[in-house]
C-alpha cells in the first residue's frame, strides 16, 4: 500500500531531551515536507526537502533540524525540545515539486505525530 | 502579510449543497488546493485549480478567480461522512511552498 509512515504517532516529553520522529514513504517521491498543526492556525510548514541532499526552511523551521539521506525518508529532530512545540506534526509527500508536473500538486500526508513536550 | 481567510465554521443540511469560500492575499500564486481532514486524520488531498474556472470531481468542486483573490469548495449531496474540517491553501512559488488556511469546520445535520 502507497503510504507515509510516521513514528511515534504518540510522544510524551521533557524540555531539552533531543528526540527524532521518523517519517518514510514507499512511493518513490521527490519532495518531502514537514508541517505542524496547532489549533485555529492550519498546517504551516517547518522544512521540506525537494530531493535527496536538498533541503530548506519553511516558514517555521526554529528548534528544528531535518536531514534527506536517501529518498524515501525525512526525519525531523528537535535538539532541544521546548513546551512551545508541543503540537500535532504531519510528514507529506508528493511525487515531484516541479510545478508542470501533474503529480507536483497531490500531497499525500502521514498520519500525523502528536507530541508533548513538559 | 499572507493570508488565507475561509470561515471557521458552516453548517448544513443531509443531502444539501454547501460552499466554503477562501480569499486570499500571497506575494505569488500558482495554485489553490483544497484539502479533507476528518478529527483525529491526516489531511487528504481534494483538488487544485491552476487556472480560473471550475474542476469537477464526483459531489465535490472547485473554483478559481485569479482576478478576485478567490476561490471555493462546493459539496453537493452532502452526506454525514462529509463532516471534517476543509483546508484551502495556495502554492506560492515554483518550490512547493504552501499558505494554509485555518481551516473550516463542516457540521452536517441529518
Known amino acids: 500500500e502507497a503510504q507515509v509512515t510516521q513514528n511515534p504517532r504518540y510522544l510524551i516529553t521533557v524540555t531539552g531531551k533531543k528526540l527524532t520522529v521518523t517519517c518514510s514513504q514507499n512511493m518513490n517521491h521527490e519532495y518531502m515536507s514537514w508541517y505542524r498543526q496547532d489549533p485555529g492556525l492550519g498546517l504551516r510548514q517547518i522544512y521540506y526537502s525537494m530531493n535527496v541532499e536538498v533541503t530548506d526552511k519553511g516558514d517555521v523551521p526554529e528548534g528544528y533540524k531535518v536531514s534527506r539521506k536517501e529518498k524515501r525518508n525525512f526525519p525531523l529532530i528537535l535538539e532541544s525540545p521546548s513546551p512551545n512545540q508541543t503540537s500535532l506534526y504531519f510528514c507529506?509527500?508528493?511525487?515531484?515539486?516541479?510545478?508542470?508536473?501533474?503529480?507536483?500538486?497531490?500531497?499525500?500526508f502521514g498520519a500525523g505525530s502528536r507530541l508533548t513536550v513538559l | 502579510g499572507q493570508s488565507l481567510e475561509q470561515p471557521s465554521e458552516v453548517t448544513a443540511v443531509e443531502g444539501a449543497i454547501v460552499q466554503i469560500n477562501c480569499t486570499y492575499q500571497t506575494s505569488g500564486f500558482y495554485g489553490l488546493s483544497w484539502y479533507q481532514q476528518h478529527d483525529g486524520g491526516a489531511p487528504t488531498f481534494l483538488s487544485y485549480?491552476?487556472l480560473d474556472g471550475l474542476e469537477e470531481t464526483g459531489r465535490f468542486s472547485s473554483f478559481l478567480s485569479r482576478s478576485d483573490s478567490y476561490g471555493y469548495l462546493l459539496l453537493q449531496e452532502l452526506q454525514m461522512k462529509d463532516s471534517a474540517s476543509y483546508f484551502c491553501?495556495?502554492?506560492?512559488?515554483?518550490?512547493?511552498?504552501?499558505?494554509w488556511g485555518a481551516g473550516t469546520k463542516l457540521i452536517i445535520k441529518p
Open positions: 507529506a509527500s508528493s511525487l515531484s515539486a516541479v510545478f508542470h508536473n501533474s503529480g507536483a500538486n497531490v500531497l499525500t
Open positions: 491553501a495556495v502554492r506560492r512559488d515554483s518550490n512547493y511552498q504552501l499558505i
Open positions: 485549480n491552476a
